[in-house]
């Protein structure tokens, strides 16, 4: 016999067939037995009764424990019941057994299953049909049908559910939740039906299973969605649109959040969701809104009410959490696995390979212990993913029910975390910090204040490092073309953008679509969402944020006394206000604010103009901090990314960056973004430098060291979260019925072990080679290693050192439980004097015990019997005085009779219930202790974070000290600069002298051996403070630019240079204006974009400022490039005076600078062929003086043009040449013309008769 399965995730969708139709089967049964005579019949019909009547007594097995048990004795009598090769899947505190398909077979093409402990792979075992129904109502094992791994074909996965809710009701039996659809008044099944059951299951499992055919793959024809408004990937696709930042159409409603989910997985499959209108094209948001409302939220959705009514309880509960995050992916926890439906469904297919159950409904799933895999894998492709969690069981449902009028049918499900890959903290259900990961991911919360009149923009800007809790608050005023915001962007990896809906204009849109363009974005409802700043700070407040540690700095800048925010902190406080409901959404508000890691973030320009106007000349020392490297500067010149693919390779980093821990690579991109420019900081960090690179050993040995740290940095971080309270007691986690709980405790044990043993790496480190670093020259390496006590007053500085004395503390916490255990069983059990709570409970039970030895011992004197002892081990009947019979001729009053055996009688007294009294509150606060030990020992270590963090800070500059280091000595030609102040090393002219100098990166890409040096010399004697280069193109004239600033970004990071000498002045910003690629999406043409960037450095730049341009004005006619090239030239010159190298292939230009002293012209050398003037040979050596020619011809002929064309351009270009020539003179006299006019303009009102001569003098030189 085939018993009827009952699969709960089935039941899931539809609701179970009623035993109407059983009832039919035996009514048409019996009547046809007793129409048709024969006993043939007959017997069929018995027998169709009989299979019925037992189908019945099934289902009451499955609702009723007392026949469970009943069964269960009556198959130990016959057979020893189990299961071979059936999966385990149990649910919570379930007490519903259900009674599963035993008769489920494998398919033929059923994969090999991993072992969990081997991981070597097993063949599919084969099912025996038999179930194990076991005694303890929180666990079952069942047989669970293989599902084929292949893609594009259904499987079915029978799982025992953890309640009755995924049964639904049907409409006339009206159930509340409490009773499933098989329990009723019906009498309980006999003794002889049992053994009926029984029998036929042994007969059947001794039957051979039949074959099965393959079934057919699932029918992948879909229909095409439209495109609506949320989150999917992927990222590089995705739609701003074009509305302005007032305007109310679809396009602009729609902004930052992407196309449409359900439109990215289009084709997975077809299923009932892909034709639902009110999920596609009739789709309104939760308030009802349509798409092309201005109110419309596209992350929500309005589920018809007639709908829900069709569904299962716990398929209502799933449309109620997903109607309010349609931008997420839902992980909807279902007994041991997380379920995937409908769209989401088809994300699990598409994206991690996972299969369709069958059914017309999508749905799919996984094991809660693949949850790290499987959200890691859709977050780095750029979903949202929202973890939901069973935070109830069915006892606790029903205590409940038990209180309410109208009964739940399902447990509580919560959602517990909601990742992205800008909110990503790495939970305790991840797998261990892994070191590949060192890049810092920030979340940008983005606030804006734009006058399209007055072409003023403002903008607050909060960021956020989430797995390390760094904040970043800061409000600026940018130009025109956002340039401070693209710094921001090329300083900063933003993976994730937040910005306020309508209220964001579109210059601003694009710069964000060029900066960032595989970056998620979410737009939040402006006052409701994205706070303004008032609701900030109450929110703050209110929430209690920085109660424990008090307003950071950075925060306390934009407010007043009483915590008002001033009127330029508006912008700053309200993006921190979006960025909180945006954190707070992901429900990791709390763990990350309450570290209070904030720091102010400043454009660095605005330093820099800071600086200037405190300086009191022009030419005085700098002050500012930090070389102000933009956007502009950092892409062309390599700092972080080459020019061909994006990626680090090959980029200066890349070729500096030699650090072995995650934070150290950290902090080093912090200081190749951020160069020196006081001389005293850049003099410490080179003679550090020199002195590692010339220890040998040593530096090796503090490499080696620091090899075995892992990422303290973040995983201080986790353990602050995992350490609050806020988190045990009421974030969703902290209900969360999770399976793999001591997996997830072991896990948080080895984090915190971890800790402790590299912290413990890093004392020894401090013991064993700090005291040969204290003998260096070089204050930083004297105290870096160097101990100070942790003493209220004691500052960390040269004398004291800089490394915090963590002696004492590590040596509390590694003794403060047995570590070997915690890691083995997952739970910490603190020794005597860590926790007074536990310490006082153990002391209560040890005192206890003490008197119920005590007692015992007067009550063997009082009946003068020493046989009399304990007996009992259960809570409910332990410590029953067990006496003999003989000796209680005078049995005392108090004593009561609990139990009995031969020759004895066992009692209680009411001392011994007053003694179990105090014991069980004891034992209960021990337990409850002991429940929260870990998060307290986290708590406790994490008191101490500002310790913890001043030490990696000191080793992350270690490391950074030992990659320059390594740098200097393992680099072939590299030599230490001298930085010098102007004033008395060169007459106080800023100068740049650079001998043999060596692009790093081209070197290193090509080999340093082939690579020519060049000299690069500004404002020394005898060479102008410009140098004018000209030359053939290809001749390397853009890398000898770019060679000079990267040298220069060397020497005042602290790094040695490729180099044979190189000696400098500070320079305070770098400018960079190389290449003139259109920008067609931005909608800027060549032209614009060169005078745009020449803008920004002639607006900005300073007498200490080192300025490269290379071919200014060829994105328009030569005459007017010329102009314009000649006038920036003469700007940089006379009023700006600062260092320049100026490439150009305008050789009137040229001209007209011969023999001024403030330009040294040079060229690229090459060599030409005498008796082929198109051959020529590219030295690439810097020569002085001005190259004729820029053989454009002979770059044609090595790009392979055609000889006809190439023949054609020799002739066109003789002609212009020609032409040129003949034009000199007047080209020339026009220059001096505009120079003229610019001197007059530059008096103030120049006089009218003045200004009608030189337009007489320029008339008549043109005609």
Not at 570 to 588: D, N, P, V
Not at 733 to 761: H, P, T, W
Not at 842 to 849: A, G, L, P, Y
Request: net charge neutral.
């Amino acid at each position: 016999m085939k018993p009827k399965t009952q699969s709960s995730l089935l039941s899931f969708f539809s609701p179970p067939s009623s035993e109407g139709g059983s009832s039919k089967k035996k009514n048409a049964a019996t009547a046809s037995a007793s129409s048709n005579g024969s006993s043939k019949k007959k017997a069929a019909a018995k027998s169709a009764t009989k299979r019925e009547s037992l189908g019945t007594i099934r289902k009451k097995i499955e609702f009723s424990p007392k026949l469970k048990q009943k069964i269960t004795a009556k198959k130990k009598e016959t057979e020893d019941v189990e299961m071979e090769g059936a999966e385990k899947v149990s649910g919570v505190g379930s007490k519903r057994k259900a009674y599963e398909d035993f008769l489920g077979t494998s398919s033929e093409e059923d994969e090999p299953v991993k072992s969990s402990k081997t991981n070597k792979e097993e063949p599919p075992k084969k099912r025996t049909g038999k179930i194990v129904i076991k005694d303890d109502d929180d666990s079952e094992e069942e047989p669970v049908a293989p599902a084929s791994r292949r893609k594009g074909k259904t499987a079915t996965r029978n799982v025992v559910s953890s309640e009755e809710e995924w049964e639904q009701d049907s409409p006339d039996e009206g159930g509340d939740g409490e009773e499933s659809e098989f329990s009723g008044a019906e009498e309980e099944p006999s003794d002889d039906d049992i053994d009926d059951l029984v029998d036929e299951e042994s007969e059947e499992e001794s039957k051979p299973p039949k074959k099965r055919r393959k079934s057919a793959p699932a029918v992948t024809k879909t229909k095409k969605v439209p495109a609506k408004s949320f989150l999917s990937p992927p990222p590089t696709k995705k739609k701003w649109g074009n509305g302005t930042p007032t305007s109310t159409n679809k396009k602009s409603a729609q902004l930052a959040d992407g196309p449409d989910l359900l439109s990215s997985v289009a084709g997975a499959g077809n299923h009932i969701h892909d034709a639902l209108p009110w999920l596609h094209e009739k789709r309104r948001d939760i308030n009802g809104n349509t798409s092309d409302s201005p109110d419309y939220d596209p992350r929500t959705l309005k589920v018809p009410p007639e709908f829900l009514k069709k569904e299962t309880p716990a398929m209502v509960q799933w449309w109620e959490v997903k109607s309010q995050n349609m931008d997420t992916v839902l992980f909807f926890k279902v007994g041991k696995f997380y379920e995937l439906f409908h769209m989401d469904a088809d994300v699990g297919f598409k994206e991690l390979n996972l299969i369709y159950m069958k059914g017309d409904k999508a749905h799919s799933g996984f094991p809660e212990i693949a949850y790290s895999k499987m959200s890691a894998q859709l977050v780095a492709k750029g979903y949202r993913v929202a973890r939901v969690e069973q935070t109830e069981t069915p006892d606790m449902l029903k205590v409940r029910n038990s209180t309410l009028a109208k009964k739940a049918k399902v447990v509580r499900r919560e959602v517990c975390s909601l990742l992205s890959i800008g909110t990503n903290t790495v939970s305790f259900l991840d797998a261990p910090i892994s070191s590949q990961d060192q890049v810092s991911k920030h979340l940008l919360a983005l606030k804006e204040a734009f006058d399209a009149t007055q072409k003023s923009v403002r903008f607050g800007v909060c960021m956020v490092d989430c797995s390390t809790g760094a904040f970043q608050l800061s409000e600026f005023d940018d130009t025109e073309q956002r340039d401070r915001l693209k710094t921001l962007f090329a300083q900063f990896y933003i993976v994730e953008i937040v910005t306020e809906r309508f209220n964001v204009s579109d210059d601003t849109k694009m710069v964000l679509k060029h900066a960032a363009p595989a970056a998620i974005r979410s737009s939040l409802r402006v006052g409701k969402e994205f706070w303004d700043a008032s609701k900030t700070i109450d929110e703050i407040e209110r929430a209690g944020y920085f109660k424990e540690h008090g307003w950071p700095e950075a925060v306390l800048h934009f407010l007043e006394m009483d915590k008002v925010v001033k009127p330029e902190g508006q912008l700053a406080i309200s993006a921190l206000g979006g960025c909180i409901w945006h954190l707070r959404r992901s429900i990791i508000d709390q763990e990350l604010l309450s570290l209070c890691n904030f720091k102010r973030y400043k454009p660095s320009d605005e330093e820099a103009r800071e600086a200037r106007a405190n300086r009191s000349a022009a030419k005085a020392e700098l002050k500012q901090q930090y070389v102000v490297l933009d956007s502009q500067t950092i892409q062309n010149l390599e700092v972080l990314c080459n020019s061909f693919n994006g990626s680090r390779s090959g980029s200066l980093i890349d070729i500096m960056d030699k650090t072995v821990t995650s934070f150290g690579r950290r902090m080093f991109q912090e200081w190749v973004l951020k160069p020196l420019c006081k001389i005293g900081d850049i003099q410490e960090r080179l003679d550090a430098v020199e002195e590692l690179g010339n220890s040998g050993d040593l530096m090796m040995e503090i490499r080696e060291f620091l090899r075995k740290l892992p990422d303290l940095e973040r995983l201080l971080s986790r353990i602050h979260a995992l350490g609050s309270a806020y988190r045990s007691k009421e974030h969703p986690d902290s209900r969360a019925i999770m399976y793999e709980s001591q997996i997830y405790n072991v896990r948080k044990i080895k984090d915190f072990l971890a800790v402790l043993n590299g912290f413990d790496d890093a004392m020894n480190l401090t013991l064993e080679l700090g005291p040969r670093l204290s003998q260096s020259k070089s204050p930083i390496l004297q105290s870096l290693l160097k101990r100070y006590t942790i003493e209220d007053g004691v500052q960390p500085d040269v004398k004291h050192g800089h490394f915090p004395d963590l002696t004492e503390k590590l040596e509390f916490f590694k003794r403060c439980f047995d570590q070997a255990s915690a890691k083995k069983s997952g739970v910490i059990i603190p020794q005597a004097g860590v926790d007074p709570e536990f310490d006082a409970a153990c002391e209560e039970i040890s005192q206890v015990e003490a008197e119920l030895a005590e007692y015992l011992s007067e009550q063997r004197t009082a009946l003068r019997c020493r046989q009399i002892s304990y007996w009992g081990k259960k809570k409910e009947d332990r410590y029953q005085l067990e006496v003999p019979e003989s000796a209680l001729s005078k049995q005392p009053k108090e004593y009561e009779l609990k139990s009995r055996k031969k020759g004895y009688k066992r009692f209680h007294t009411p001392t011994i219930r007053a003694l179990l009294k105090r014991l069980a509150t004891a034992e209960e606060q021990k337990e409850e202790a002991l429940k929260d030990q870990t998060r307290r020992i986290f708590h406790k270590f994490d008191e101490d974070y500002k310790y913890w963090m001043k030490a990696v800070q000191c080793l992350a500059v270690l490391d950074c000290l030992v990659s320059l280091g390594l740098l200097s000595s393992q680099s072939e030609g590299y030599t230490k600069p001298e930085v010098v102040t102007a004033s008395t090393a060169n007459d106080g002219k800023p100068f740049i002298n650079i001998k043999e100098g060596v692009h790093p990166c081209v070197a290193a890409t090509y080999g340093s051996g082939d690579f020519i040096p060049n000299d690069a010399r500004l404002g020394i004697e005898g060479k102008g403070q410009m140098v004018l280069l000209s030359g053939p193109n290809m001749g390397g004239k853009s890398t000898l630019l770019r060679q000079t600033c990267v040298l220069t970004l060397m020497a005042q990071i602290g790094s040695f240079v490729p180099a044979a000498k190189c000696r400098l002045s500070p320079v305070d910003r770098i400018f960079t204006r190389i290449g003139a690629s259109d920008r067609i999406l931005a909608g800027q043409s060549t032209l614009f974009v060169e005078l745009a960037e020449t803008a920004t450095i002639l607006n900005h730049a300073t007498s200490h400022s080192l300025v490269i341009l290379d071919e200014l004005g060829r994105g328009t006619s030569t005459f007017d490039g010329t102009a314009i090239a000649y006038s920036v030239v003469e700007h940089l010159l006379s009023d700006i005076q600062c260092r320049t190298m100026f490439a150009t292939h305008y050789h009137s230009l040229v001209e007209e600078y011969v023999g001024d002293d403030r330009v040294s012209l040079g060229h690229m050398g090459c060599i030409v062929d005498p008796e082929n003037d198109r051959k020529v040979t590219f030295l690439y050596k810097l020569e002085d003086g001005m190259c004729p020619k820029s053989y454009g011809i002979n770059v044609a002929m090595l790009a392979k043009l055609p000889d006809e064309v190439i023949e054609c351009a020799a002739k066109k270009s003789e002609q212009f040449e020609r032409s040129l020539q003949a034009n000199s003179h007047a080209e020339l006299e026009s220059m001096r013309l505009a120079q003229k006019v610019r001197e007059v303009l530059a008096e103030g009102e120049p006089g009218v008769n003045k200004l009608k001569q030189l337009w007489e003098q320029a008339r008549s030189i043109r005609t």
